[in-house]
C-alpha cells in the first residue's frame, strides 16, 4: 500500500510502473470472475438459455460454430435428478505486459448428480483442472480454449481407485476413446499420473508468446 505522499515521491517511470502492476492485478481479478460465470453454465439446465457470452467466439481461431453445436446437444434424457457443481479454487493466472492475454488454470472439486438415460441418478464425486488461455475483445475478457480436464469421476461410495466414470457423451464413449478426450489424463491405478496440465509459469508469456500456443500445458510430459 503507498500513503499519498510516497506516490508523490514517485518517479515518472516507478508511476507507470505501479499503474501496469495495478492494471495486471485487475486483470487476474476479471479473468477469475470470467471463470466463475462460466462455472455456473456448466449443466444442462442452462442449455438455450439467454446468457452474457463468455466465449471468444469472434477470434479467429474460435470454432464458433462447433462451440454452438455443443450447447445445443443435451447429454440426459431428462434433468429430473441431474446436478453439476464445480467450484474453482487456487488460480494461478499470468497476464502479459499489454493486458490483453491471460493463462490459467484452476483445480475444481466437484459434486454430481448423474442420470443419464432416465435410471436413478448416480452421486458422483469429481476431481479436475481447469486450464485455459483468455483474450480481452472489444474491452471484455473472454475464454479463449480451454476446458475440464478430469482426474477422477467416480461413484461416491466406490472411491476413485475402484470405480471411474467415464465423459457423459451421446453416443457413450467407450473407456478407450474417454482416454482421448477429457480423461487423457486422468488417475489410473496401474499408472504413475502425470502432473499435467501444468500451470503457467511467471515467463509464460516471453518463452510462448502466442495465445493459440497451448505448449505450457504440457511442460511435465
Known amino acids: 500500500m503507498f500513503t499519498m505522499e510516497e506516490i508523490e515521491l514517485l518517479s515518472d517511470e516507478e508511476f507507470i510502473e505501479a499503474e ?53 446437444k443435451p447429454v440426459v434424457d431428462s434433468l429430473e435428478g441431474n446436478m453439476l457443481i464445480h467450484p474453482l479454487t487456487t488460480p494461478v493466472i499470468e497476464v502479459d505486459e499489454t493486458c490483453t492475454k491471460a493463462r490459467g488454470t484452476w483445480w475444481s472439486v466437484g459434486i454430481e448428480g448423474l442420470s443419464k438415460f432416465r435410471e436413478k441418478p448416480m452421486a458422483i464425486v469429481s476431481l479436475g483442472m481447469v486450464p485455459g488461455t483468455h483474450v480481452k475483445m472489444n474491452g471484455e475478457w473472454r475464454i479463449l480454449s480451454g476446458n ?35 480423461g487423457k489424463y486422468a488417475y489410473m491405478k496401474d499408472e504413475v499420473r502425470k502432473p499435467v496440465p501444468a500451470p503457467p509459469e511467471k515467463d509464460t508469456w516471453n518463452s510462448s508468446p502466442e495465445e493459440t500456443d497451448v505448449s505450457w500445458l504440457y511442460k511435465n510430459l
Open 20 to 72: 501496469k502492476q495495478i492494471e495486471k492485478l485487475y486483470a487476474v481479478w476479471q479473468v477469475k470472475n470470467l471463470r466463475g460465470r462460466a462455472a455456473v453454465f456448466h449443466d444442462d439446465q442452462h442449455i438455450n438459455q439467454p446468457r452474457k457470452e463468455l466465449k471468444a467466439m469472434e477470434h479467429p481461431s474460435f470454432d464458433a460454430e462447433a462451440e454452438i453445436a455443443f450447447r445445443m
Open 148 to 182: 475440464w480436464q478430469r482426474t477422477t469421476k467416480n461413484e461416491y461410495h466406490a472411491g476413485w481407485i475402484n470405480d471411474m466414470q467415464v465423459t457423459n457423451t451421446r453416443p457413450p464413449l467407450s473407456k478407450e476413446e474417454d482416454r482421448n478426450f477429457l
